[in-house]
């Protein structure tokens, strides 16, 4: 079983920056393919980024290439959305998810799930 909880979202103006946290807990952290998805104003959540367990293979999709930078501290039990350069359009509820296995962009890949946190980005 793996609970996550994310932190770090907030209100920045367009071009600037903010740093997503994901923290973990359960044993096999470093066992575990993480994901970010976001949820925009009345739209689907999407996939965003994924990362597998060593942090060695990263995954983004194609609107946040350059932008964003998916990591991850096994130590800490904690996965990082590094996201700079926000435009309006990455408003949106952010989530974490953990796969046991390999996961990518398919949301039923992942069995569980933080809460959500909110970026908002001003133009």
């Known amino acids: 079983q793996v609970q996550l909880v994310e932190s770090g979202g907030g209100l920045v103006q367009a071009g600037g920056s903010l740093r997503l946290s994901c923290a973990a807990s359960g044993r096999t952290f470093s066992s575990y393919f993480m994901g970010w998805f976001r949820q925009g104003p009345g739209k689907e959540r999407k996939f965003v980024a994924a990362i597998n367990g060593n942090g060695t293979t990263r995954y983004y999709v194609d609107s946040v290439k350059g932008r964003f930078t998916n990591s991850r501290d096994n130590a800490k039990k904690t996965v990082y959305l590094q996201m700079n350069s926000l435009k309006p359009e990455d408003t949106a509820v952010y989530y974490c998810?953990?796969?046991?296995?390999?996961?990518?962009?398919?949301?039923?890949?992942?069995?569980?799930w933080g809460q959500g946190t909110q970026v908002t980005v001003s133009s």
């Open positions: 998810a953990a796969a046991s296995g390999w996961a990518h962009s398919n949301q039923n890949d992942y069995a569980y």
